[in-house]
């Protein structure tokens, strides 16, 4: 036992020397390893430089046809199939001059003609495709569901079907060889995709809005012209855009509605280049049709914004 009288010894914490200056302080945050980012920014560098490298390889096996028939508008025709590379050896412009004048009439005269038919094509879609999506999108009247089957079906329709009916219906009303069988129905709705694209345009249009310019007095004219037709440009370029490229590169109807030289249309001039015989002028047809893809190319470059835009609002809500 221990005497109360002595003092009890407690502890004393001994105190830790500083560390010296040769020595450097360090928190434990310090300590732990650093994580260098620079292998997994050079992995992510390769493999984009690798995707972008396999873009331009397919975007460039996809343009080859589309290059080698503007090298081939200027080789000369022993040359066309002699030499199929690209870079040509021997380079001849006459293949312009002497397809521009190779036919009945100049170039210029089917260019115009197939000009006029365009024309009234996107005219008639813009007009009657836009009534009748407002009529789907906004009115409400008996058996609107019905018709709205009916027309997602009719897109279903090859044109092979309809084309033998419509052939008599035009003799029958004397249309043929002339340009209303390829623009009235235009005028009447029959091309369904562009009414289903800008019905779901108009449905992504806010109803708030055509209840404010109703409570204003505005009827469906000027609700139709005032409000949604402003708002839906993007749609109408779209509609504009397909109609102008699906009309200019169409061959088949216009060549059964056309028959008269002065008549064709630029897919039937060029048809006429090409001989059953086998005395195909082969540089003069492939000089033509660089001249008539330069109006698609010029309408798909200046609206391509509109295209994508008009494309993704009216399949995303």
């Known amino acids: 036992m221990t005497d109360a009288s002595t003092p009890t010894r407690t502890a004393t914490p001994t105190a830790v020397p500083p560390p010296s200056d040769g020595e450097k302080r360090t928190a434990p945050e310090d300590r ?33 046809p589309l290059l080698w028939m503007l090298a081939s508008s200027f080789k000369p025709n022993a040359l066309i199939f002699r030499e199929p ?6 380079i001849d412009l006459s293949n312009y001059t002497d ?38 999108a906004r009115l409400e009247f008996r058996g609107k569901r019905l018709w709205f089957a009916i027309m997602l ?19 029958q009303l004397e249309w043929i060889n002339t340009f209303l069988p390829l623009i009235v129905p235009k005028i009447l709705a029959t091309d369904a995709f562009f009414i289903f694209l800008m019905v779901q345009f108009f449905r992504g249009i806010p109803r ?7 409570i ?17 440009m993007p749609a109408l ?9 699906w009309t200019w590169n169409d061959f088949f109807s216009q060549l059964i509605f056309l028959t008269r ?19 195909s002028s082969w540089g003069s047809l492939f000089a033509m049709s660089i001249v008539s893809l330069i109006p698609v190319f010029i309408a798909f470059l200046f609206g391509q914004k509109y295209l994508v835009k008009g494309i993704a609002t009216t399949g995303i809500k």
């Open 32 to 64: 732990r390893p650093t994580v260098r980012p620079r292998g997994r920014h050079l992995r992510a560098r390769i493999g984009s430089v690798l995707k972008h490298a396999g873009l331009i390889a397919f975007g460039f096996v996809m343009l080859y």
């Open 261 to 279: 030289p002065e008549m064709y249309t630029v897919p039937i001039a060029l048809r006429t280049f090409v001989d059953s015989t086998g005395n």
């Open 237 to 245: 370029a779209t509609t504009a855009i397909f109609t102008f490229i």
């Open 153 to 171: 079906m009719s897109i279903m329709l090859p044109i092979h079907v309809v084309i033998v009916p419509q052939y008599v219906l035009f003799s």
């Open 216 to 232: 204003d007095g505005a009827n469906h004219l000027r609700i139709y012209l005032q409000i949604l037709l402003p708002l839906s």
């Open 208 to 214: 708030e809005l055509d209840e404010a310019a109703t």
């Open 99 to 136: 397809g521009w004048n190779a036919l009945l009439h100049p170039f210029s005269h089917y260019l115009i003609n197939s000009a006029l038919v365009v024309l009234g094509s996107v005219l008639g879609n813009l007009l009657s495709c836009s009534l009748a999506a407002y009529a789907f």
């Open 85 to 90: 590379g690209l870079i040509p050896t021997d």
